[in-house]
């Protein structure tokens, strides 16, 4: 028995073969649209079920942390406020601190103004004193000069030249400006 080949035949059979041939499942779906939706409602159930275990890892995951993550915010919370009352310490004595410095501060410059100003009236008394000193000195210098010369001629036996010198002059001014008694019984 041999089958009989009709063109009709041929024309399917090169379509089949350029199309290729339609497997069993897609012939039954066609054929059978019931089948297609069950086909459709199990790949959503496969789809549902793996996206409903990603959500539980997920939610696992997020569980963990917010309690992990609420018990280390609360312990950065209340270190945080520790810190912050010690902070607040530290900064009220620090304040208290510059507070102090300051017025010590004024109170050096004060003393430092008042020792310069203290330098300053020392240093003129010690201007005038030997100012005074070196007049003193020149004075007794001269006068002793001329006690010299007045013992030198009275030992020499010039008295009466003595009295018409330069050193006689020195000498007879120094007597009457007021000589202290101790000179005034040398010259006696």
Known sequence: AMVRRTPLFAVGAAVVSLFGAPS?????????PIRKVV???????????????????LYEQFECWCKSGSKNLAESIA????????LGAELKADAEEKA?????????KADREAAV??????????????AAYAKLKAEHGANAAAFEKAIGALERGMAGAFLQSYSADVLRK???????EGHRELLA
């Open 24 to 32: 069993a499942d897609a012939l039954a779906t066609r054929v059978n």
């Open 39 to 57: 086909n459709l409602l199990q790949q959503m159930q496969q789809r549902v079920a793996q996206e409903g275990e990603q959500e539980t890892k």
């Open 79 to 86: 270190a945080a406020e520790e810190k912050i009352e010690a």
């Open 100 to 108: 102090k410095l300051e017025e010590e501060l004024k109170q050096h």
């Open 117 to 130: 100003k203290a330098m300053a009236e020392a240093s003129g008394i010690r201007e005038r004193e030997a």
């Open 174 to 180: 120094f007597a009457q400006q007021g000589a202290s």
